[in-house]
């Protein structure tokens, strides 16, 4: 039974942002992309405040998945890496932290263009 609820909690956490992107695609100018910025700062931001880790241990992928969870491994690589390195590291730990999602991104993005045939909008 506690599996049904871990599912359920990420199912709330993530089903709520998505809620809120899509309430600021309808009720504000905002175009997709300024929102998902947005996302990633809100979680840099949630992350160095430390509420953000509270949030991902209740919604477990629900939280983690989304580009707010994106930006909180931004600032957890960047606080692990300035406390090891000193000021170099905030110059390199965000990008150390996440170079396994950004590959793998790259990578399937590669293998999805090579394998399908892009079709014209028109």
Known sequence: MDVFW????AFLCGGALCLIGQVLIDRTKLT???????????GVVLGGLGVYPSIAQFGGAGATV?????????AKGVAKAVAEQGVLGALTGG????AGGITAAVFF????ALLCKPKSKA
Do not use: D, H, K
């Not at 871990?6 to 909690?9: C, N, Q, S, V």
């Not at 992309?33 to 700062?41: K, N, T």
């Not at 990008?95 to 996440?98: D, E, M, R, S």
């Open 6 to 9: 871990e599912y359920g909690r």
């Open 32 to 42: 997709p992309a300024r929102i998902l910025v947005a996302y990633v700062v809100a």
């Open 66 to 74: 989304p580009l707010t969870g994106f930006g909180w491994l931004l």
């Open 95 to 98: 990008v150390t932290a996440a």
């Open 109 to 112: 993005g590669l293998l999805v």
